[in-house]
T-cell receptor, first 117, second 114 residues
């Protein structure tokens, strides 16, 4: 079974600085998707960024980027120019490519990010 | 578009009571999911549906039931509520194939069983 591990229960960063959140996963599949979701105090899950395993290029979305290392099964999230609104729980998630089945996500336990003014 | 909506936002149940958590999506997604999130944990899949009339168990289905009579609605039924079902419940939906493979989540329902 696939597992996702986030080894940092909590992280903090100064406003305008850069922070990196770690995620590792375990799978025997070669083709899959990885995601980072943000969960603010409102509890809603918001997609931050996604990465297809078959793509070598790291995904970027504005101030958010990932460092995807397939051989090491590592998928870290870098937040640049941190803003107060970035404060939230961040969840790393894994999903295999569908083969006629559903898209079942496997989540890590999350990292709580605090942004200090 | 409202996206994925869930009702109620919060509910307190007594042990042994039953209730239905409602979930509706207006994006014409054929895949829908129910997750629970316990304190300090990630989400775990309870049930999912690949289309109207088709449902299947996820990782933690015991104590729950679902139905999918329409594309839009995917209610989650709790029978004989137990304290172990105290959690936050999220409904999600997605397209089935192609490039639109991202799950869209609702705002969650917080359930407290006393």
């Amino acid at each position: 079974a696939q597992t996702v591990t986030q080894s940092q229960p909590e992280m903090s960063v100064q406003e305008a600085e850069t922070v990196t959140l770690s995620c590792t996963y375990d799978t025997s599949e070669s083709d899959y998707y990885l995601f980072w979701y943000k969960q603010p105090p409102s509890r809603q899950m918001i997609l931050v960024i996604r990465q297809e395993a078959y793509k070598q290029q790291n995904a970027t979305e504005n101030r958010f980027s990932v460092n995807f290392q397939k051989a090491a099964k590592s998928f870290s999230l870098k937040i640049s120019d941190s803003q107060l609104g970035d404060a939230a729980m961040y969840f790393c998630a894994y999903r295999t490519r569908p083969r006629g089945g559903s898209e079942k996500l496997v989540f890590g336990k999350g990292t709580k990010l605090t942004v200090n003014p | 578009n409202a996206g994925v909506t869930q009702t109620p936002k919060f509910r307190i149940l007594k042990i042994g009571q039953s209730m239905t958590l409602q979930c509706t999506q207006d994006m014409n997604h054929n895949y829908m999911y129910w997750y629970r999130q316990d304190p300090g944990m990630g989400l775990k899949l309870i049930y999912y549906s690949v289309g109207a009339g088709i449902t299947d168990k996820g990782e933690v289905p015991n104590g729950y039931n679902v139905s999918r009579s329409t594309t839009e609605d995917f209610p989650l039924r709790l029978e004989l509520a137990a304290p172990s079902q105290t959690s936050v419940y999220f409904c999600a939906s997605s397209y089935s194939q192609g490039t639109q493979e991202t799950q869209y989540f609702g705002p969650g329902t917080r359930l407290l069983v006393l």
